[in-house]
Nanobody
Framework: VQLVESGGDLVRPGGSLRLSCAASTNTYGSYCMGWFRQAPGKEREGVATVHRLGRTRYTDSVKGRFTISKDNAKNTLYLQMNSLKPEDTAMYYC????????????????????WGQGTQVTVS
């Protein structure tokens, strides 16, 4: 599976962005997906995940501001980011794993098989 992110940009604090991640697969509905981010000098952090059955999870720092969604008809994952803060500045990556277990949370990088190349988000 190839994953291609887009939508990163420079935005002012308080602004919004929507990231997209297009996947090349005919079985997109069987994949569990997530968004991660990595700032310079920091570990890669799980931001938001969506289970193939629809359940979503968020890291505490983005709850109420970010929304993850998965469009199986378009093979595309989205991350709507509102009320952006300077500390949201990072390279954002999407990731995928097929047939995750019902109890899968997806906030650890080790839970994924496929990764995109990333899209830069700068809040300043």
């Amino acid at each position: 599976v190839q994953l291609v992110e887009s939508g990163g940009d420079l935005v002012r604090p308080g602004g919004s962005l929507r990231l997209s991640c297009a996947a090349s697969t005919n079985t997109y509905g069987s994949y569990c997906m997530g968004w991660f981010r990595q700032a310079p000098g920091k570990e890669r952090e799980g931001v938001a995940t969506v289970h193939r059955l629809g359940r979503t999870r968020y890291t505490d720092s983005v709850k109420g501001r970010f929304t993850i969604s998965k469009d199986n008809a378009k093979n595309t994952l989205y991350l709507q980011m509102n009320s952006l803060k300077p500390e949201d500045t990072a390279m954002y990556y999407c990731a995928a794993v097929q047939y995750c277990q019902p109890w899968w949370s997806g906030l650890l990088a080790s839970e994924y098989t496929y990764w995109g190349q990333g899209t830069q988000v700068t809040v300043s």
